[in-house]
Nanobody, 126 residues
Framework: QVQLAESGGGLVQAGGSLRLSCAAS????????MAWFRQAPGKEREFVAA????????SYSASVNGLFTISRDNAKNTVYLQMNSLKPEDTAVYYC???????????????????WGPGTQVIVSS
């Protein structure tokens, strides 16, 4: 029904910035709450940020609050993650996810999300 595709990952030095994008297909994108998760090698998948369907409500993990910004452009079917002041511990594969339920409050639990992109690699060097 809908497909997600992340882009914008790459290699960056500590202190630098990257902007990730998640492009979604389908005509129901504006009805989905969206989120970003990340997974470092050997670690569990970790919540990063979430945004409501209208973009008015956002949620962040404590580790990125004030440094990362999630946003969306429903006209472009795209969700963004602006990452500033990157640290080596931010190195991970970053995934975007969609919640197709009627839930209106964005969740920070992976189980709430139904659709996932294939991920994009972010490597932060020291």
């Amino acid at each position: 029904q809908v497909q997600l595709a992340e882009s914008g990952g790459g290699l960056v030095q500590a202190g630098g910035s990257l902007r990730l994008s998640c492009a979604a297909s389908g005509r129901s994108f504006s009805t989905y709450a969206m989120a970003w998760f990340r997974q470092a090698p050997g670690k569990e998948r970790e919540f990063v940020a979430a945004i409501s369907r209208d973009g008015f409500s956002t949620s962040y993990s404590a580790s990125v609050n004030g440094l990362f910004t999630i946003s969306r452009d429903n006209a472009k079917n795209t969700v963004y993650l602006q990452m500033n002041s990157l640290k080596p511990e931010d190195t991970a594969v970053y995934y975007c996810a969609a919640d197709v339920s009627i839930r209106v409050t964005p969740s920070n639990f992976a189980a709430a999300y139904d659709l996932w992109g294939p991920g994009t690699q972010v490597i932060v060097s020291s």
